[in-house]
């Protein structure tokens, strides 16, 4: 076992005092504007870039770039290490949702094929904004593990897409307080908006006709706003599925 960390400049700490809240108003305000059934198509649409790279090709996934299974990595400090975080969260999603497309589940129809392949496009453009945003200050690529899903199952998978996409947008405005940076917290803001719309999408899947998509579960009944989760709380949930160790030790924490 080996301990890998970014090589970075020491960072300052955060000089915001805001409370762990969501950047945005949640998924019930958007979803009241859009309706479930334009966000499983045009508002999807809407997101995803004109230009989207090719998914990793086929099973297996794993690391790359000098990590492996125990490996001790350091996420880093400061902006570096918050946008470390995001990267290591996006890696574990997007590989999943990329197995997902790669073999659908048994009877999937139209309609959750081309919800999943449009959010596996999404999630690639996450992954290499922030692969090419961090350069040589990236943590490598994850060693990930899935073998507690039945990619087989349509509920298994719903229900993994859903654990995804609440704790990826919880993860966000948890993390948002972390950054010093305007621009980084702009692109936060967007990001969690994003991922705050695959959850309410992939919900609708799972309970058709249902309030699930805003379920009282993941956003607040009296102040309508979705959870807010340091990384403190978020790399221990997302570890089920990524073999490496992160270490958060080194991460910026809310000001008192």
Excluded: W
């Excluded at 996934?61 to 400090?77: H, K």
């Excluded at 403190?232 to 490496?244: C, D, L, N, Q, Y």
Aim: net charge negative.
């Amino acid at each position: 076992m080996k301990n890998i960390s970014p090589q970075q400049p020491p960072a300052k700490q955060p000089l915001s005092v805001l409370p762990v809240v969501p950047l945005f108003s949640g998924r019930r305000m958007f979803m009241r504007y859009a309706g479930v059934a334009t966000a499983t198509g045009l508002v999807l649409n809407a997101c995803t870039s004109n230009l989207i790279p090719e998914p990793l090709a086929g099973p297996g996934g794993g690391s790359t770039a000098n990590a492996r299974a125990g490996d001790v990595i350091d996420l880093g400090s400061g902006d570096v290490g918050v946008l470390n975080y995001a990267y290591a969260l996006e890696q574990a999603e997007l590989r999943f949702l990329e197995l997902v497309c790669d073999n659908f589940y048994d009877n999937a129809t139209d309609i959750d094929k081309q919800v999943f392949i449009e959010l596996r496009n999404q999630e690639i453009t996450h992954r290499e904004f922030f692969k090419k945003v961090l350069g040589s200050m990236a943590i490598p690529t994850l060693t990930l593990d899935y073998s507690s899903v039945n990619f087989r199952s349509r509920d298994s998978v719903l229900d993994t897409a859903i654990a995804f996409a609440d704790l990826a947008t919880a993860a966000y405005n948890g993390a948002g307080q972390l950054l010093t940076n305007a621009t980084n917290l702009a692109i936060g803001g967007i990001i969690v908006s994003v991922e705050a719309r695959h959850a309410a999408v992939v919900r609708e899947l799972r309970y058709p006709n249902t309030a699930q998509f805003a379920g009282d579960d993941v956003v607040d009944p009296v102040t309508g706003l979705d959870p807010a989760k340091l990384p403190g709380e978020v790399v221990p949930i997302a570890s089920k599925f990524i073999k490496e160790i992160l270490s958060t030790a080194n991460l910026p924490t809310p000001m008192a």
